[in-house]
């Protein structure tokens, strides 16, 4: 199974990541998003990317323009009808998922392999959709994709050994390194790292300790490359919030349920940095405390 055409759908955080290292790989890609100015919000995130990747040596600009002509965008589905492979990274939600899957199911070829890129919903949920289920798998990128060198494959009952091996094959000709992962909520890493984030707000909640000080404590206690809540910034706190809310549901475990402060924040627009208002965005002094403590080990 050869995989030269790749559709994204979503061009947030996540499908232009995706859009970006599958054009990087050499494949034609098509980005669909809801509106004309999304699509030029993905584009912009793209090009702004392999932008720093060309100043920094990484790329020449001569394949920085290769990837570029190789992407081409749309807002209609029917545009994505002759791809070897779709990944969809809208919003964290089932039924929305779900709409677009059924949807797709009948605009697309018969034989391209269908991928979700969700945090945490299991696949086989969004895959009984479609009439592919054979077809269907999970392939769940990490953020920044072009930087994060794992792919979390995720194969349900159904899925076919032929699309697995396929999928893995091309996530690692896009420069990931996969991981088989169980068709269960959160796969692996989210199962781990959700409970994780949202024990920090909910320390958070009851006054036990300031973010900063939560943050520099897992920086500096565990080497990890950043706190919870610079992470949960970068992720996205609806994301995050979604996410949370899907593991509960599905597993009941009291480790995973919503906090009520990240449901809050949510309704107030602090999505964290891509909406401006955050744990950190839109806090300029608590940005400024984290440096200013974190002292010679801050990584920006
Ligand atoms: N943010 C992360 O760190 C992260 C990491 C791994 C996986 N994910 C998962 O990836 C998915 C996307 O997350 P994100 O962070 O990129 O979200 P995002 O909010 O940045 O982007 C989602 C995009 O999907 C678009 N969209 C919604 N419905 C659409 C449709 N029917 N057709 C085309 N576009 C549509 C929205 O306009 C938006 O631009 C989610 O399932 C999320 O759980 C996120």
Redesign the pocket.
Same mark, same amino acid.
Request: no cysteine.
């Given at each position: 199974m050869t995989i030269n055409k790749v559709g994204v759908?979503?061009?947030?955080?996540?499908?232009s990541g995706i859009a970006q290292v599958s054009a990087a790989a050499g494949c034609e890609v098509i980005g669909?998003?809801?509106n004309d100015e999304?699509i030029a919000?993905?584009k912009g995130k793209i090009e702004s990317s392999l932008a720093k990747f060309a100043e920094k040596g990484k790329i020449t600009t001569e394949q920085r323009d290769a990837t570029l002509r190789r992407l081409s965008f749309t807002t209609s589905l029917s545009g994505l009808a002759d791809c070897d492979l779709v990944i969809e990274?809208?919003?964290?939600n089932k039924d929305? /998922?779900t709409?677009?899957f059924r949807e797709l199911d009948g605009i697309v070829k018969k034989g391209c392999i269908f991928a979700?890129?969700?945090?945490?919903i299991p696949i086989n949920q969004i895959a009984t959709v479609t009439n592919r289920k054979a077809d269907f798998c999970g392939l769940?990128?990490?953020?920044p994709v072009p930087l994060m060198p794992l792919l979390e494959v995720i194969s349900t009952k159904e899925t076919s050994s032929a699309t697995r091996d396929a999928a893995t094959e091309w996530g690692k000709r896009v420069g990931k390194v996969p991981i088989n992962a169980p068709d269960e909520p959160g796969f692996v890493v989210n199962r781990l790292l959700i409970p994780y984030k949202l024990e920090a707000v909910r320390m958070l909640e009851r006054g036990d300790a300031s973010i900063v000080d939560i943050d520099i404590g897992m920086q500096l206690g565990c080497n990890y490359p950043m706190g919870p809540f610079v992470l949960s910034d970068?992720?996205?706190i609806?994301?995050m919030y979604?996410?949370a809310k899907v593991l509960f549901e599905e597993t009941g475990d009291e480790l995973c349920r919503p906090p009520e402060l990240l449901k809050k924040m949510v309704e107030n627009g602090e999505l964290g940095n /891509?909406s401006g208002k955050g744990f950190y965005a839109g806090h300029p002094e608590r940005q400024a405390e984290l440096k200013e403590r974190l002292g010679r080990f801050a990584k920006r």
């Open positions: 759908v979503g061009l947030g955080l996540m499908g669909r998003e809801m999304l919000g993905g990274a809208i919003v964290e929305a /998922k709409a677009l979700s890129n969700t945090s945490t769940h990128f990490f953020n970068f992720v996205g609806d994301t979604y996410a /891509k």
